[in-house]
């Protein structure tokens, strides 16, 4: 069932957004708002602003123009209340580091260790706990990262195509994590995409970025083969089923 409630308090705001590289704009006078315990896609072509618009709602980049509000306060002041899944994660696979060990790293002061464990659990990755990092699959991998993100319980998971480099069976599995996270947490995700069809079994809320917003709604309703060809051009609006 899509659950994204409307009478929610919102955990994003973000209002007349605009950020620049020097003088180049990556994206553009951006508004909008994320209920709390909704799973948002993102979705629009390279280089239209996913990343930038994820990391601007992280406080990553820094704003030209406008705000953003994480459960009504600065990001500066929130960064507790969130986790990242970064577009690429690189690091040296010979480094002899359990994923145990890796994780240790993330956890935050006081925190009990048994985080660690019951995190792992909960992306089925316990039985590899103490396996090498760098000798985990890409799916495994990706999972780990998001027991990462999570160890601190979030309130707010954002993720930046985290399906890229996962097999197509493990694929499915990943978002059904992602759909579990959300149903039993609550947890609000925010995570850029490139499968439409993805996008529109599991995420409540879909933004289209192309610099600008070109929409904002429930997938199932803005996604037609209109906005998808305005999106994308004519190409993939064919091989939209
Ligand atoms: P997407 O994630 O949708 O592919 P990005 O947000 O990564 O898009 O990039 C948006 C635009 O901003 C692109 O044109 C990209 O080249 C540019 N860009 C991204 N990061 C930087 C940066 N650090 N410095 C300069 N330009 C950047
Ligand atoms: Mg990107």
Do not use: W
Not at 44 to 68: D, F, I, R
Not at 100 to 107: A, P, Q, Y
Not at 120 to 145: A, I, P, T, Y
Not at 167 to 190: H, P, S, W
Request: glycine share 8%; net charge positive; proline share 2%.
């Amino acid at each position: 069932m899509k659950f994204c409630p409307e009478i929610a308090k919102n955990a994003i705001i973000v209002k007349d957004l605009t950020v620049k590289y020097d003088s180049f704009i990556a994206i553009e006078n951006i508004n909008l708002e994320v209920k709390e315990g909704c799973f948002v896609s993102i979705i629009g072509p390279n280089g239209s602003g996913k990343t930038t618009l994820l990391k601007a709602m992280l406080g990553l980049v820094k704003q030209s123009k406008g705000e953003v509000l994480i459960f009504g306060k600065s990001i500066n002041n929130q960064k507790d209340l969130v986790g990242y899944v970064a577009q690429r994660f690189d690091f040296d696979k010979t480094f002899p580091i359990t994923c145990e060990e890796f994780l240790r790293f993330s956890l935050r002061m006081g925190r009990s260790v048994s985080k660690i464990d019951e995190k792992l659990k909960e992306v089925d990755m316990l039985n590899e706990k103490n396996k090498v990092l760098g000798k985990l699959s890409g799916g495994q991998l990706q999972r780990v990262l998001v027991a990462r993100a999570i160890l601190n319980d979030p309130k707010i998971l954002f993720l930046d195509e985290p399906a890229a480099g996962i097999d197509v069976g493990g694929e499915k599995n990943f978002y059904e994590l992602m759909d579990y996270l959300n149903q039993k947490y609550k947890i609000t995700i925010v995570m850029v995409s490139h499968e439409l069809d993805i996008v529109t079994k599991y995420t409540h809320r879909v933004i289209c970025l192309n610099k600008k917003m070109i929409c904002f709604g429930d997938p199932d309703k803005v996604l037609d083969a209109h906005m998808i060809e305005k999106l994308y051009g004519k190409e993939m609006a064919v091989h939209k089923h």
